[in-house]
């Protein structure tokens, strides 16, 4: 692979060339400007879309363009289409940049004149080498011949593969030669020898099976096959006279798909085992697709564990370094606001890494004595902004000696996101109103807010992603909320009363601690 964008500056093959970026996703954009600067292109220039794009063309003359597919305004492949059209830019190497590997869509864009296609995710070594090869061996036409060519083999390389079981020749012949111009045939006389075929590796996409022969018959062949993990997918169509029906019942009881009837008629053989297969070939790709869910899944939290991994090892530097940072008074403000957003950064990452592992159903810290008061005044105090911001008081009437049975970062996350919530539906200058209880062998927390849940989530008010009114929302709160709750035994509800107000209410169990004024038998 060309290792090209590791050169110096002063080496670089690309010293004299200008490059233009066009993406509408600014994070994408600063990844290729800074890939094209490692690799020593003297100049840089940026664009949204295919509009701005032109735009940025017909000021300024360019060696390569690498553009995203997927745009607002202009697309990737109209931008294509329109620089194809001018006599200076008809030749300059363009890469397409995007998520869509379907091949109609690389010959539509080979036909239209691009040089080098770039799938996402990819890597500065991957950038840097489709770049080497746009410049030194761009696309040629004849390449869409070739891709066809590829595509033709490929589905003859995935000829389906119909074993047929008579201990007739003339009926193996006749099926044989009805079926085989459009599928692999094999044929077998036994279903001795049909159990060692469908053994093998290459085993066989569907079995055409006689039902009457002798040693072993149809039904005993079914049988085994359905019994071994190995075979019992492979479908199975009996081939049977009129007089078999109920040899023909038991076989679709055993887990055979489908009958044929003899004499056979060649167009319902056809189309019986076309039907079939085309549902082997469905079963398949859906097998495929769960499969690279699954993997997509699992590159997802490989790369999420990752990124929160190396980002505590900054903001941890962070943390320990702003205190031990000497500077004018003048700057304390502004250092205590970058400690602040670190600690929140931090916060989050914590916070996701809860909830992921909550969601996996792994977090299994041991429960603890947890004292309502001190947890409910430190998330407090942590809104004190916000609240402050829309008038609102924060009453707390929570006994000290309520204690009950939970963890205390799983508690923090709880209540900062019960309690965050309750400001933001609160009206203006009013108040949130904390309370605790105990009844029987529960403590029981409420939050109560003037504000109202709109009726038409009041039903999902803790599923994933359910919000309603908020720009910034991301309708997490509740359903985070719900996975602490549970991960430590206890309950959460909703009561909403129109024109009164809402309150959320957690109920855990009381840990060892004896009753106070507050407690009372509900």
């Not at 363009?94 to 080979?110: K, P, R, S």
């Not at 149809?218 to 019994?227: D, F, P, Q, T």
Request: net charge negative; hydrophobic share 40%; aromatic share 6%.
């Amino acid at each position: 692979m060309y290792q090209g964008y590791r050169l110096a500056k002063a080496d670089s093959p690309y010293k004299d060339l200008s490059v233009l970026i066009v993406d509408d996703f600014e994070a994408v954009t600063r990844i290729l400007y800074n890939a094209f600067e490692e690799m020593g292109f003297k100049t840089i220039h940026k664009a949204k879309d295919g509009k701005e794009a032109i735009i940025r063309l017909e000021n300024q003359l360019v060696d390569i363009i690498v553009s995203d597919w997927k745009m607002p305004k202009m697309d990737g492949m109209q931008l294509l289409k329109y620089t194809r059209r001018d006599d200076y830019y008809k030749s300059i190497p363009f890469i397409m940049l995007t998520g869509n590997i379907h091949q109609g869509d690389v010959i539509e864009a080979i036909e239209a004149g691009v040089s080098e296609y770039l799938i996402k995710p990819f890597s500065k070594a991957d950038l840097a080498d489709r770049v080497h090869k746009a410049f030194v061996s761009p696309i040629p036409k004849s390449a869409i011949s070739r891709l066809r060519h590829e595509r033709a083999e490929k589905q003859k390389s995935e000829e389906r593969t119909i074993l047929i079981v008579d201990d007739e020749p003339n009926n193996l012949q006749v099926l044989g030669e009805l079926l085989k111009d459009r599928y692999k045939v094999k044929v077998c006389r036994s279903g001795a020898k049909a159990l060692e075929i469908c053994a093998q590796i290459d085993q066989p996409d569907l079995i055409l099976l006689d039902i009457m022969m002798p040693e072993m018959d149809g039904l005993e062949v079914c049988r085994a096959l359905k019994a071994d993990p190995d075979t019992e997918f492979i479908p199975i169509i009996f081939v049977s006279a009129l007089s078999e029906t109920k040899d023909v019942v038991k076989g679709l009881e055993l887990g055979a798909q489908d009958y044929i009837s003899k004499p056979i008629i060649p167009e319902i053989v056809n189309a019986r085992v076309d039907t079939h297969i085309r549902a082997v070939i469905q079963r398949e790709k859906m097998n495929q697709q769960m499969d690279a869910l699954v993997n997509a899944a699992r590159v997802h939290e490989d790369v999420a564990t990752t990124f929160h991994h190396d980002l505590r090892n900054p903001l941890t530097a962070m943390l320990s370094t702003i205190p031990l940072i000497q500077l004018d008074e003048q700057y304390n403000e502004e250092l205590d606001i970058v400690h602040e957003l670190s600690e929140i950064m931090m916060n989050m990452i914590k916070n996701h890494d809860i909830m992921a592992s909550l969601e996996r159903g792994d977090y299994n810290e041991e429960l603890k004595e947890v004292t309502s008061n001190d947890i409910l005044a430190k998330v407090a105090a942590s809104f004190k902004a916000l609240s402050q911001k829309k008038n609102i008081n924060i009453e707390m009437d929570v006994d000290p000696s309520h204690i009950y049975m939970g963890d205390e970062m799983l508690s923090f996350t709880m209540y900062s996101n019960l309690i965050k919530n309750a400001i933001e539906a609160s009206p203006m200058d009013s108040r949130v109103l904390v309370k605790s209880a105990r009844i029987e062998n529960e403590i029981v927390i409420s939050i109560f807010n003037f504000g109202e849940v709109p009726i038409n989530i009041r039903g999902q008010f803790f599923d994933k992603f359910v919000t309603n009114g908020k720009l910034d929302g991301m309708g997490i709160g509740a359903y985070s909320a719900k996975l602490c709750t549970e991960a430590q035994g206890g309950k959460i509800k909703l009561n909403n009363k129109d024109g009164v107000g809402t309150t959320l209410t957690v109920r855990f169990m009381a840990g060892e601690q004896m009753p106070s004024e507050h407690d009372f038998k509900g």
